[in-house]
């Protein structure tokens, strides 16, 4: 038998060069990476993180359960369930001082509603810094199975239909979302307001922490909601209602949650808070690799995180998504990401100030905000790209604009002109 000896050496240094790669990979892990290791240590042990059970928060799960907060010199970190969005504004008002949490797993907007003291007690501020996005994609718009024949998808026309017809027979109709201003509340607002329908006029929008929306819908509490997983999943299989569509259909690639820390806390802690975001940024990753996802499910599902049945997280963390009426689709492209190489993680100023824009066209910010200057308090992407840099072989973008961003009714929102985009929308508070 003949060997290619040309062919086996190439082999043999391919193979030589991957366990090098494997084993330097190996050692890195071991230690808290590059510059981070040279310099000073945090200057705490721990931080206290909030969190709601929902699928997105799975990077702070992970750093926790895996031992990489502690890795990084942060082994006290607690990452603490909370009862509803308000829950977490109010602990985040308290901080960890006042028996509070120092950050949050959180709606993007909050840390800027929080800073400028619109959903505060006695509207007093309360300065945030977002330090990175923890996810894009990943949440789901869903109507009750009183729907079903109406076939309601993407286009919202349809379901305006339906609850016209709800409404001439003198039924309410309710759309239930999880924090005023948030981006569940700006994800069915924009839905419904691109299918003719006023939400604030033509139907009832309540407020619903996640982990109630399926026994609220269960009983008849709402018509639609809009929040992540896993509780649209969970809705399909107790047989209540079906996924109308994906947040990542309105808006493919979109941001989500954020890690947002005070600010005071932050200052105080310059190294912890780097440390902080190494943690998660190499938890984000970790999260996003396949071979991952069945440990992921196993652990997000457990009692101290979601408590669900792994079956109610697995299919759409791993991109297969059957919306309960019949139509499956796998390998989704809008499925939830955590980090594609930093890509999800970056926490644009662009993208910061579309919910800004959003707010303001749904009266939570008056029209002459001074979005710019709100950004550059509360936005810290000058943190993520110095973590960035630490940790090293990270794409850091080198603008904190992603540029013109296309919804699927047509939409253009460019960020250089954001009053044109508010011009260009039908419904709105804003005038």
């Known amino acids: 038998m003949s060997i290619d000896h040309g062919n086996t050496t190439r082999r043999g240094v391919l193979k030589g060069a991957a366990a090098a790669l494997a084993l330097a990979g190996a050692a890195r892990a071991a230690l808290p990476a590059g510059a981070f290791a040279q310099g000073a240590g945090p200057e705490v042990k721990g931080v206290k993180l909030g969190f709601i059970a929902l699928t997105d928060a799975a990077p702070l799960f992970v750093a926790k359960e895996k031992g990489i907060f502690a890795k990084y010199g942060l082994p006290e970190t607690e990452v603490l369930k909370q009862a509803s969005w308000g829950t977490t504004r109010d602990n985040l008002v308290l901080g960890s001082e006042g028996n509070g949490i120092d950050g949050a797993h959180i709606l993007t907007p909050m840390p800027y509603l929080i800073s400028a003291g619109r959903v505060t007690q006695n509207n007093v501020p309360v300065p945030m810094y977002i330090l990175g996005r923890l996810n894009l994609n990943g949440q789901c718009i869903s109507v009750g199975k009183e729907y079903a024949d109406d076939k309601i998808g993407l286009d919202p026309k349809v379901f305006k239909a339906a609850i016209d017809k709800k409404k001439a027979s003198g039924k309410a109709v309710k759309a239930a979302m999880t924090f005023p201003g948030g981006t569940h509340d700006l994800w069915i607002r924009y839905w419904l307001a691109a299918g003719g329908i006023d939400p604030d006029k033509d139907i009832e929008t309540i407020v619903v922490p996640p982990p109630q929306m399926v026994a609220n819908m269960k009983v008849g509490t709402m018509d639609v909601f809009c929040v992540c997983e896993p509780w649209h999943k969970q809705l399909i299989s107790q047989g209540i209602g079906y996924t109308a569509l994906t947040t990542g259909e309105l808006w493919k690639d979109h941001p989500e949650k954020s890690l947002a820390v005070r600010a005071a806390w932050v200052d105080k802690n310059p190294n912890a808070a780097k440390a902080l975001?190494?943690?998660?940024?190499?938890?984000?990753?970790?999260?996003?690799?396949?071979?991952?996802?069945?440990?992921?499910?196993?652990?997000?599902?457990?009692?101290?995180?979601?408590?669900?049945?792994?079956?109610?997280?697995?299919?759409?963390?791993?991109?297969?998504?059957?919306?309960?009426?019949?139509?499956?689709?796998?390998?989704?492209?809008?499925?939830?990401?955590?980090?594609?190489?930093?890509?999800?993680?970056?926490?644009?100023?662009?993208?910061?100030?579309?919910?800004?824009?959003?707010?303001?066209?749904?009266?939570?910010?008056?029209?002459?905000?001074?979005?710019?200057?709100?950004?550059?308090?509360?936005?810290?992407?000058?943190?993520?790209?110095?973590?960035?840099?630490?940790?090293?072989?990270?794409?850091?973008?080198?603008?904190?604009?992603?540029?013109?961003?296309?919804?699927?009714?047509?939409?253009?929102?460019?960020?250089?002109?954001?009053?044109?985009?508010?011009?260009?929308?039908?419904?709105?508070?804003?005038?």
């Open 277 to 431: 975001m190494m943690a998660v940024m190499e938890a984000q990753a970790w999260c996003d690799r396949p071979e991952n996802w069945d440990e992921l499910a196993a652990i997000v599902a457990k009692r101290q995180w979601i408590n669900v049945p792994v079956a109610d997280v697995i299919d759409r963390m791993k991109g297969k998504f059957d919306y309960g009426n019949g139509r499956v689709v796998e390998k989704s492209p809008v499925m939830m990401k955590y980090w594609d190489n930093g890509a999800a993680g970056y926490p644009y100023h662009s993208h910061d100030l579309w919910f800004l824009t959003e707010d303001i066209r749904w009266g939570k910010f008056e029209g002459g905000t001074d979005t710019k200057a709100l950004i550059a308090k509360v936005n810290r992407e000058d943190l993520w790209k110095d973590a960035a840099k630490a940790l090293g072989g990270i794409a850091i973008p080198a603008s904190t604009s992603r540029g013109k961003e296309t919804f699927f009714d047509g939409k253009v929102f460019d960020p250089e002109n954001p009053a044109a985009y508010l011009n260009s929308l039908e419904i709105k508070k804003v005038a």
